[in-house]
């Protein structure tokens, strides 16, 4: 591996170096989804946009801390135990996934389809919670699953809630990503803002996949915690818009009242 030249580190403090190199190598964890049982060099600099030398560098340190496992038969990477044990101490110190883990089994076995609770991660959501009702068709989504901001019900209903400048900032990343979306990105959004003005919830029907509907409430836990938000949602021949604006959306309400007085109540 070639050496960085000195100049190269000229004006630049041990601090920021190492900044710098810590947040590339949060580039490259963040670049594996719930999908992906593996990830070879080229995808992880496609995902990332870093150079070869920088993904080699920084895949050896991650390999050599855990983080990452090299699978030398393959020549591709997966996730490491040090990942998976402070992902899972990250959700297992966040009250809200806590409570919210049963009631999302309810919601779910109450509507027939699934439930989740996300957060948003960069242009995405990502799930934190999930639970699916016993049958032969539901989502394959699952905790750490990724999906578009702007096309689901979680997403939109998390945009929604979302203080303006903030949001016209994530609006304006989202159109700088895909400009030729630009009118529809726009149109979401405000389509989410009056359901939500009307309803309480936001609804999504064919948005994302044309055959998935769903409902979607942000929620903004007491303790200052981030800002989330839960969804409901199915295939289209199980869930339909009536049922969406109908019982699950008056569900989902339900679901989210509850959240706020365990929480409030201190049963976390």
């Keep these: 591996m070639r050496k960085r030249s000195k100049s190269s580190l000229e004006g630049q403090s041990d601090d920021s170096v190492n900044a710098s190199s810590l947040v590339r190598g949060l580039d490259i964890l963040r670049a594996f989804r719930a999908s992906d049982p593996t990830l070879g060099n080229l995808e992880l600099i496609d995902r990332t946009g870093l150079p070869k030398a920088t993904i080699s560098r920084l895949t050896y340190a991650l390999v050599n801390m855990g983080y990452l496992i090299y699978h030398e038969e393959l020549g591709r990477y997966s996730i490491g135990p040090s990942t998976v044990t402070l992902g899972y101490s990250a959700l297992s110190s966040m009250p809200v996934v806590r409570v919210a883990q049963p009631l999302l089994q309810r919601l779910a076995d109450n509507t027939g389809v699934a439930g989740a609770l996300g957060t948003r991660s960069g242009r995405e959501m990502v799930y934190l919670a999930n639970a699916r009702a016993l049958g032969p068709v539901t989502l394959q989504l699952n905790v750490?699953?990724?999906?578009?901001?702007?096309?689901?019900?979680?997403?939109?209903?998390?945009?929604?809630e979302m203080l303006p400048a903030a949001r016209e900032d994530l609006v304006r990343q989202l159109i700088e990503n895909e400009p030729q979306s630009a009118d529809r990105i726009k149109t979401c959004v405000e389509e989410a803002s009056a359901s939500f003005a009307r309803h309480g919830y936001v609804c999504t029907f064919g948005t994302w996949y044309s055959y998935i509907n769903a409902v979607g409430v942000a929620f903004r836990p007491t303790d200052g915690s981030q800002l989330v938000a839960l969804t409901c949602g199915g295939i289209?021949?199980?869930?339909?818009?009536?049922?969406?604006?109908?019982?699950?959306?008056?569900?989902?309400?339900?679901?989210?009242?509850?959240?706020?007085?365990l929480l409030e109540n201190g049963q976390s």
């Excluded at 750490?144 to 929604?160: D, Q």
Aim: proline share 2%; glycine share 10%.
């Design 144 to 160: 750490g699953s990724h999906l578009p901001i702007w096309k689901t019900a979680m997403g939109l209903a998390y945009m929604v």
């Design 236 to 261: 289209a021949d199980l869930l339909s818009k009536k049922d969406c604006m109908g019982k699950v959306g008056e569900a989902l309400l339900d679901t989210v009242r509850q959240l706020q007085d």
